[in-house]
C-alpha cells in the first residue's frame, strides 16, 4: 500500500473511530465514557501517526551552509 494512502487511512481512522464510539456512548447514556474514549482514542491516535511518520523524517537543513556572522545575529544595516 502506497504511504500516503496509509496515512490517509491512518489519520481517518483517528479521527472517525473514536468520533463514532464517542457518539455510540453518548447515544446509551454514558457521555462521560465516551468523552474519555474520543479523548484517548484521538490522542493515541496523533501519537501513533506522530511516531510512525512524522518523528522519522530528516528535517534538517542542507550541509555546508553557513552564515556570515551579521546574518547570524540579523543585522542589516
Known sequence: MNDSI???VAIA???VVP???N??????????VGSLVW???YGLGVVFVWS?????????????VSLSEDESTGDRS
Do not use: K
Request: glycine share 20%.
Open 6 to 8: 496509509a496515512l490517509g
Open 13 to 15: 481512522a483517528v479521527v
Open 19 to 21: 468520533g463514532l464510539a
Open 23 to 32: 457518539g455510540f456512548l453518548n447515544a446509551l447514556g454514558f457521555p462521560t
Open 39 to 41: 479523548a484517548l482514542g
Open 52 to 64: 510512525e511518520w512524522i518523528r522519522p523524517l530528516d528535517i534538517t537543513g542542507p550541509e555546508g
